[in-house]
């Protein structure tokens, strides 16, 4: 009966841990599907709305360049049209009411444009249009063009008669080579700009047109056009690329607008006019987001299915595997008679037969090892009642040899003591005649030094004399300019003062000639030239004087400078006298610090030769003592270690009995 309730407890621990291991392999085996399936859906997102998106700012490009191209297209027509009837206009007489008659034909032929006008001057001032109206056009920004005989066409503006946004097509008209005037033409843009304003990409996909300063030409708002910038959206990344477009550099665009995402493209007219189409991201990436949805959908059934097939194999796997672990615990607790019933002839089975085959094995290793434990614990006994009896003989020899070995080594120190001590003495006396013969060296040195100071000193008074000198015949020199720039002065005013007379003297006869009337008109002549000469020498003169008297007033400045060099010098050359003096007593000084270095020198060498004697001598004697410590110290190591074994010996065999005690009572714990 007791056996029939232990085995009821022992099935109903197994059914509770084989939940708990399903458990773990349902979680852990659903976490990797997951995983695979999030993996898989985002490698496949991500690449995927990456492709639509760069297949979308393709289209964008290729939709906004063909705006571009037709609206360039247009434009390169009506001015090839404009340069063909400049052309034949050049051929008509240049007489307003010819060329008015010319431009209402040419403008009956191509009712297309909404006005012409011509000017048969390049400033453009008496321009004339189709109805004989005069049209002021000098201040144009596109005059400048026409000015350098080139076809032009305007930025647009709103035209004041009908309202509607136009530009100004011309091209120059060319007489011999040159342009003389030129033709214009108003040319509605309107259905270029509604184009650009109904281009759709998708459902929310729209497109401007601007200025290259990002005037808008086209807008959903026709309030903004002309009047308001790209800049006043104030959005970032539009302002960059068109920066970026107007230069060349077009590339996809990314902007947030109204807490929407979007996605554009920007191209670029011949005129320099951007062209944007945009369209919302979410609108985009539509398609890829629908599939992602149904993949989603389908990794749960997937998930779902999974799971149920896990949880079967689970319970298929685990049940044999926990009866297999709980067969080792019972191993474990000490019961050896536990046996697992087997089913079956799977692998698991196969697992099961080897654990009782393992557990039979067991129970008989552990008998054998019962009785071996109690003849172990016998002979240790008698091991260790040995080892005993040799740690105390071993202990009397090395306490024996322990006081010779302290005699030797106080010994040893003592003259250890002594040999450091001389040694100190001798390194301390050798460092001494080294650096007497060092400072010799530099005595002698330094005396060498001070006699070339002292010649340097004598060439350097020799040169301070001869600079006072050269600097007196300086100032002489300077003195004798000055004088000099004086009498050039008085001689430019003497000129100045010519230059009047023949000045009031030339108007004078200008005048005589004049009252002759047509005979004195060639001596008119000579005298107003000659008045004008005056009038240049007099001015020349008056420069001259300027440049005299900055010349003298440098000249006043370098005198006084000259004046104080040669006091400076003549101050320099004393000092220099003072310094020499003081070289000669720098030597004398010098001299008899080096005689009395030498004498430490020599002295101290002496000393070096008898302290080496003495240290020599009290090495010997220390060695001697050292080698009689180290032989005592080596008997006492050998004695101390012989103990030491011994009581090795003698731990180990009580531990060895105590280890066999121990293993026959957990032998004793198995139910065997």
Known sequence: MPLKNSRFISNLLILGSIRQTAGRIVLSTLLIIVVCVSVLSYTFYVPTSREVQNQAEKQMELYSSLLAKEIDANLVEKQAIMKVIAEQGSNVEADRQQQLDFIIQAHNQHPEFESLYFSLDLIGANAVNVKNTDVDLSDRPYIKLAQE?????????????????????????????????????????????????????????????????????????????????????????????????????????????????KIGFMSVTGLNWVITMFAEESEILKPVNTLLNLIVLVGSGIII??????????????YPIRQLTHGIDVLAQGDLTYRIPVKGKTDISKALHSFNAAGDQIQLLMKEVNGLSEQLTDSAKQLAEGADQGARAAQSISEAILVVAESSERQTSSLQDGSQAADSIAVQIDGIASYSTNA??????????????????????????????????????????????????????????????????????????????????????????????????????????????SIRLEIDRTLQASEQTVTQAAEGRHTGEEARELFTRIRSSIQEVAASIQGVSTASSEMVSGTATLVESIRLISDSASETAAESQNVSAAAEQQMASMEEVASSSAELANMAEKLRIQINKFKL
């Open 305 to 318: 299915l999974a799971l149920i097939m896990t949880i079967l194999i689970a319970l298929r796997i685990v």
């Open 440 to 549: 010799a060296d530099i005595a002698s040195e330094a005396s060498n030094l001070s006699d070339d100071g002292a010649a340097s000193m004598d060439q350097l008074n020799g040169k301070m004399v001869e600079m006072e000198q050269g600097i007196g015949e300086l100032a002489q020199t300077i003195h004798a300019l000055s004088g000099l720039s004086g009498k050039i002065g008085d001689v430019v005013g003497s000129i100045s003062q010519i230059a009047r007379q023949t000045n009031i003297l030339s108007l004078n006869a200008a005048i005589e000639a004049s009252r002759s009337g047509e005979a004195g008109r060639g001596f008119a002549v000579v005298a107003d030239e000659i008045r004008k000469l005056a009038g240049q020498s007099m001015e020349s003169a008056e420069q001259i004087a300027g440049f005299i008297g």
């Open 149 to 261: 005989g080139k076809p032009f066409i305007s930025d647009p503006v709103i035209s004041k008669t009908r309202g509607t946004m136009v530009v100004i097509v011309g091209a120059p008209l060319i007489k011999d080579g040159k342009a003389y005037g030129f033709y214009g033409a108003s040319y509605s843009i309107s259905e270029a700009v509604q184009g650009v304003s109904t281009a759709q990409f998708g459902e929310t996909g729209k497109a401007y047109m601007t200025l290259a300063d990002g005037t808008f030409l086209s807008h959903p708002d026709e309030t903004y056009l002309l009047s308001k910038k790209l800049s006043d959206l104030g959005i970032a990344p539009l302002d960059q690329a068109l920066a970026n477009a107007t230069q060349g550099n077009t590339s996809a665009i990314h902007f947030t607008e109204n807490g929407a995402k």
